[in-house]
């Protein structure tokens, strides 16, 4: 079974731009999770997704956003980039109905000058 | 409120036991995860606990969990030089996907 696959691997983008990122689940996986990591926060709860809903949301102001297809695929949408937002952008998927573990994919590592 | 601390470093020989200790805060805990990262790549799973159990153990790895003290710890059996990577114990909030991560414990293996 495929794991989870994120696109692109690399960004770079300038102050101001926005980014989508893209996220494929496991095959059979309804929920996806997207997490933020940088060396001086760590990794944080961005969102998670579960059949087109938003079921749970971290403390990001509104310009990051995310959505999610009929088929489990999803993406994040950060609007007017700022400096601070260089980060590894890491989506985990898991079955989405009951106590299940999350797996993740490899990342896409944003640079923003 | 949710917080998980683990220390920063560990620095082993290659073939002893290495023992990645983790504290977290939240008593609603329902699954506390260990994941494995190497340079560049993403969080790989390594193995997971219920909080309802006490022990898990899946070859080379032990996962102790002591409710109690809120006190979890990952024991690698055998540590190669593989291992080399930073650990993060994680939990989980009320049965959510939501996980809470510590900061990271960086293993050296030394051959």
């Known amino acids: 079974k495929a794991g989870v696959t994120q696109t692109p691997r690399y960004l770079i983008k300038t102050r101001g731009q926005q980014v989508t990122l893209s996220c494929s689940p496991i095959?059979?996986?309804?929920?996806v999770s997207w997490y933020q990591q940088t060396p001086g926060q760590g990794l944080q709860f961005l969102f998670e997704?579960?059949?087109?809903?938003?079921?749970n949301k971290g403390n990001f102001p509104g310009r990051f956003s995310g959505r999610q297809f009929s088929n489990s695929r999803s993406e994040m949408n950060v609007s007017t980039l700022e400096l601070g937002d260089s980060a590894l952008y890491l989506c985990?998927?898991?079955?989405?109905?009951?106590?299940?573990?999350?797996?993740f994919g490899n990342g896409t590592r944003l640079t923003v000058t | 409120g949710e917080d998980v601390e683990q220390s920063l470093f560990l620095s082993v020989r290659e073939g002893d036991s290495s023992v990645i200790n983790c504290t977290y805060t939240?008593?609603?805990?329902?699954?506390l995860y260990w994941y494995k990262q190497e340079p560049g790549a993403g969080l790989q799973l390594l193995t997971y606990?219920?909080?309802?159990?006490d022990m898990k153990q899946d070859q080379r790895l032990t996962v102790l969990l002591n409710k109690k003290d809120k006190h979890l710890s990952l024991r690698i059996a055998d540590t190669q030089t593989g291992d080399s990577a930073i650990y993060f114990c994680?939990?989980?909030?009320?049965?959510?996907?939501?996980?809470?991560f510590g900061s990271g414990t960086r293993l050296l293996v030394r051959p």
């Open positions: 985990a998927s898991s079955p989405g109905t009951g106590p299940s573990p999350l797996h």
């Open positions: 095959s059979g996986h309804r929920s």
């Open positions: 997704y579960f059949s087109e809903t938003q079921r």
């Open positions: 939240d008593s609603s805990s329902t699954y």
């Open positions: 606990i219920f909080s309802n159990m």
């Open positions: 994680a939990e989980s909030i009320d049965s959510s996907y939501k996980l809470i």
